[in-house]
């Protein structure tokens, strides 16, 4: 698949000493210098009009053309903003640039700036990144694998560049990490190390994290069952528009557990998650059951 070309270079910069005329001023005329004539002509205002007779067989010289001001040389193109723009960062990415390789995949994985999607290509520079240890390439890697996208489904090899980018502080690989273990995805379910992971991603206001910790201490599994701090968590969470915990807030004031029982509220919170495309599917059919009682 063909790489972006970059953008054209700035054009060279003019050389500060050099005898560049000035430009005129707004709504004015340039300055233009008088023709030689015109300067003859005044010095020959005092002159007696015998001197000023032509001499016989000599004929006037012509008079100059009037001279125009040189244009200024064209201002270089502004360089734009790499962090910015996935095809700026191409010619870095090549030379091993670690956040440029991170950026060049997310602009092939979604496509745009002339790019096609290319999810393969989006994984080859997420690898070339994860390699060098860059934290942002391992967790991209890793929703690669988790989803299958541009390579085959590998949920082993998921939670294993999770993990690499986890071990550095990555808040949302974190909270990966801890749904993983949450799950039993590569082995036997271990809430206890999933509240941990989920608690290292909410603590740095990642909102999956705080939904995640909050869902737990609701329950009580891998942590003592406490409503209060539920309730804390999740509305951290909310307060971010994260729509699971819009649900298990709403569930908290339908069954009035940590909160009082507000069937209201219950349901505008439910509406409110319903309106993400992210929210569970269990949660998104139990909201839809209950909104189906209010009518």
């Given amino acids: 698949t063909p790489t972006p070309a970059p953008g054209p270079g700035p054009a060279p910069a003019p050389t500060l000493n ?22 003859a002509a005044r010095a020959n205002e005092s002159k007696p009009a015998a001197a000023l007779a ?28 790499a962090a910015r723009s996935g095809p700026d960062c191409a010619d870095e990415a090549r030379r091993g640039n670690a956040r440029c390789q991170v950026v060049l995949g997310n602009l092939y994985r979604s496509g745009g700036n002339g790019v096609a999607r290319d999810p393969a290509e989006a994984s080859r520079w997420y690898r070339k990144a994860a390699e060098q240890g ?75 994290g705080q939904a995640n910790l909050g869902r737990l201490y609701l329950r009580g599994r891998g942590v003592f069952k406490d409503t209060t701090k539920a309730a804390e968590w999740l509305q951290k969470a909310a307060d971010q528009g994260e729509p699971n915990a819009l649900f298990h807030l709403g569930w908290m004031y339908e069954k009035g557990e940590g909160k009082p029982r507000d069937l209201e509220r219950a349901a505008r919170l439910y509406r409110e998650a319903l309106a993400s495309s992210a929210l569970a599917d269990r949660s998104r059919a139990a909201a839809r059951a209950f909104l189906a009682t209010r009518r």
């Fill in 54 to 81: 032509p001499r016989p067989g000599l004929r006037p010289a012509p008079a100059e053309p009037p001279r125009r001001a040189a244009p200024l040389p064209e201002p270089a193109p502004p360089v734009r903003n």
């Fill in 18 to 39: 050099a005898a560049a005329p000035r430009s005129p001023g707004p709504g004015t005329a340039p300055v233009v210098p008088p023709p030689a004539s015109a300067i």
């Fill in 134 to 208: 860059h934290a942002p390439g391992q967790y991209e890697m890793g929703t690669m694998f988790d989803a299958g996208l541009g390579v085959p489904r590998d949920v082993v090899q998921a939670v294993a560049w999770y993990r690499k980018a986890a071990e550095q502080g990555h808040a949302a690989a974190q909270n990966r990490l801890g749904a993983a273990y949450e799950a039993g995805s590569t082995g036997p379910a271990n809430p206890v190390l999933a509240a941990d992971w989920f608690r290292k991603a909410a603590d740095q206001g990642q909102a999956g």
